[in-house]
């Protein structure tokens, strides 16, 4: 069986897997995150996103990026071994990291066809929106599944430990 390493890529080897499914005529989707701890709203989440093209590409939060965003305690799990879960997920086509406080720049140099966030975003404020429609792409907006997300797990553990 073949390891799941080999959807982690770099930005450029991203580009060119993506070009060779662009020119098959299948439609790239886009989302992006932490991931930190793989919960059923990310799975859910995940699934839906799929489902709106024929491929998935995830811009992962470098562990740096990470912890500028959520705090010093945070990732939990280190880039690699988020990538490598995020991989093993069949619906996951390419996993490619970026350590800027937002991937602008990967969407801007990978072009997806769809562009996906969370509903909790308002279409016109998703980062990478306008690269995306300026090259006749689209932005979607997904709902989340209630009651799930890594912060609210945390401190259930925190809470449980400290009963």
């Given at each position: 069986?073949?390891?799941?390493?080999?959807?982690i890529k770099?930005?450029?080897?991203?580009k060119?897997?993506i070009?060779g499914?662009?020119a098959?005529?299948?439609?790239?989707?886009f989302t992006?995150?932490?991931?930190?701890?793989?919960?059923?709203?990310h799975?859910d989440?995940l699934?839906?996103?799929?489902a709106?093209?024929?491929?998935?590409?995830?811009?992962?939060?470098?562990?740096?990026?990470v912890s500028?965003?959520?705090?010093p305690?945070?990732?939990?799990q280190d880039?690699?071994?988020?990538?490598?879960?995020?991989?093993?997920?069949?619906?996951?086509?390419?996993?490619?990291?970026?350590?800027?406080d937002?991937p602008?720049?990967?969407?801007?140099?990978?072009i997806?066809?769809?562009?996906?966030?969370?509903?909790?975003?308002l279409?016109?404020?998703?980062?990478?929106?306008e690269?995306?429609?300026?090259?006749g792409g689209?932005?979607?907006?997904?709902d989340?599944v209630a009651?799930y997300?890594?912060t609210?797990?945390?401190?259930?553990?925190?809470r449980?430990i400290?009963?």
């Amino acid at each position: 069986m073949e390891k799941t390493e080999h959807k982690i890529k770099s930005v450029t080897e991203a580009k060119e897997v993506i070009n060779g499914w662009k020119a098959n005529h299948e439609k790239v989707v886009f989302t992006n995150g932490c991931f930190d701890l793989l919960h059923l709203g990310h799975v859910d989440y995940l699934e839906k996103a799929r489902a709106l093209g024929n491929r998935l590409v995830i811009g992962l939060n470098t562990d740096d990026s990470v912890s500028r965003f959520k705090g010093p305690e945070r990732p939990l799990q280190d880039q690699n071994s988020r990538a490598r879960v995020l991989a093993a997920l069949q619906f996951v086509d390419l996993v490619v990291f970026f350590n800027e406080d937002t991937p602008l720049n990967l969407i801007s140099e990978l072009i997806p066809d769809v562009l996906v966030k969370g509903s909790d975003y308002l279409a016109e404020n998703i980062v990478g929106a306008e690269v995306v429609k300026k090259n006749g792409g689209k932005v979607e907006t997904i709902d989340f599944v209630a009651g799930y997300s890594t912060t609210r797990i945390v401190e259930k553990i925190k809470r449980t430990i400290n009963n």
